[in-house]
């Protein structure tokens, strides 16, 4: 699997929003590691929902 340069929202391979799956393709990762981790952060208190919705309006959709 090969990197992307440029952190964006895949059009196809996302659940909710692409969020989680365009951090695993940036970094190469797996996107059910990626969604796991995330799920996993929501347990602990934090503004990780928050994050995941700045996220969501500031990664632009891959072309």
């Not at 929003?17 to 208190?45: D, E, M």
Request: glycine content about 8%; some cysteine.
């Amino acid at each position: 699997m090969s990197t992307v340069t440029t952190l964006e929202r895949p059009r196809s391979g996302k659940l909710i929003a692409g969020v989680c799956a365009g951090l695993a393709q940036r970094y190469g990762w797996s996107t059910s590691t990626v969604r796991l981790v995330f799920v996993l952060s929501c347990l602990l208190p934090g503004p990780q929902f928050i994050a995941y919705l700045v996220l969501w309006l500031v990664m632009p959709k891959a072309a």
